[in-house]
């Protein structure tokens, strides 16, 4: 799996304000040559120059993902790379082990009730 499905799959998306394309482009500049995100704000304009390695990237995506109360409210996934987000959380890396730590746990649940009966297929 390439690091961008990666990030694809752990971002918390919601209904269709993610587009796979547009995000993929996005990533793609901020991984690879840096990307310039034009912000407008009261009138003047803001250049954000971002650059990032994949993996800060999806330490910062978990950690989003561990402060999301509900995905509706999540941000789109191409706004939140625009914007740099993953530079947002102080303590990106703790949430980032929270999150496999959760994961994990959830994949050790499944296995037990599959070797119990209780589910037949995971869909």
Known sequence: ???FDTF???YPHYQARSKKAMSKA???AVTTVGHE???TMDG????L???AT???IIIGAKAYYMTMETFEYSAGCQVW???GRWMDFDDAEEQAERYDMMKENVRRMIEKKKGEGNIHRLS
């Open 1 to 3: 799996m390439s690091p």
């Open 8 to 10: 694809w799959k752990i």
């Open 26 to 28: 996005i990533w793609q």
């Open 37 to 39: 995100a034009t912000v």
């Open 44 to 47: 003047g304009r803001l250049k």
């Open 49 to 51: 120059d971002l650059r």
């Open 54 to 56: 994949p993996e800060e």
């Open 81 to 83: 790379l625009n914007q």
